[in-house]
């Protein structure tokens, strides 16, 4: 059974799928700063100065009071809909950044396969019929 584990754990697409998922996680990191630090701030600086991660709803009444989503959560029950939105746009990024890659992928795959083959090569009979009317023009 452990042979059998080792030979399914070391085909090429379980080796892929890990360095995939590897990958996508340190590009989630990346997209997370992206949208945390950088473009949220400034929606909320166009918006008025918002900032997304304390908008909040309190369902009990010690929660609704807190100033901050992190002590309305440690307050009690809460809906912390900034931060949705925050991880929203995240999925928004990443899901436009594949698209484009995929795109511009199928783009490469659709004109390596749209290329004409290139032309078969001269028969020897071709070869010889050039050499005979080449010797014919030189002569003539």
């Known amino acids: 059974?452990?042979?059998?584990?080792?030979?399914?754990?070391m085909r090429g697409n379980v080796?892929?799928?890990?360095?995939?998922?590897?990958?996508?996680?340190?590009?989630?990191?990346?997209?997370?700063?992206?949208?945390?630090?950088?473009?949220?701030?400034?929606?909320?600086?166009?918006?008025?100065?918002?900032?997304?991660?304390?908008?909040?709803?309190?369902?009990?009444?010690a929660a609704s009071q807190?100033?901050?989503?992190?002590a309305a959560k440690k307050a009690g029950a809460t809906l912390g809909y900034g931060t949705f939105l925050t991880v929203t746009v995240n999925f928004l990024i990443i899901a436009w950044v594949l698209f484009m890659?995929?795109?511009?992928?199928?783009?490469?795959?659709?004109?390596?396969?749209?290329?004409?083959?290139?032309p078969a090569p001269p028969t020897k009979e071709q070869e010889l019929l050039t050499e005979i009317r080449d010797l014919l023009k030189a002569r003539g």
Do not use: H
């Not at 949208?35 to 909320?44: A, T, Y």
């Not at 997304?52 to 309190?58: E, K, L, P, R, V």
């Not at 807190?66 to 992190?70: E, F």
């Not at 783009?107 to 290139?118: D, G, H, I, L, N």
């Open 1 to 9: 059974m452990l042979q059998e584990f080792k030979k399914f754990a």
């Open 66 to 70: 807190a100033a901050t989503y992190d």
């Open 101 to 118: 890659v995929i795109k511009g992928m199928n783009r490469v795959t659709k004109q390596e396969e749209s290329a004409p083959p290139p």
């Open 15 to 61: 080796v892929d799928l890990a360095i995939g998922v590897i990958i996508g996680a340190a590009f989630s990191k990346i997209i997370d700063s992206l949208v945390g630090d950088l473009i949220m701030p400034i929606i909320g600086r166009i918006a008025g100065g918002l900032d997304f991660t304390n908008y909040f709803i309190g369902l009990t009444p």
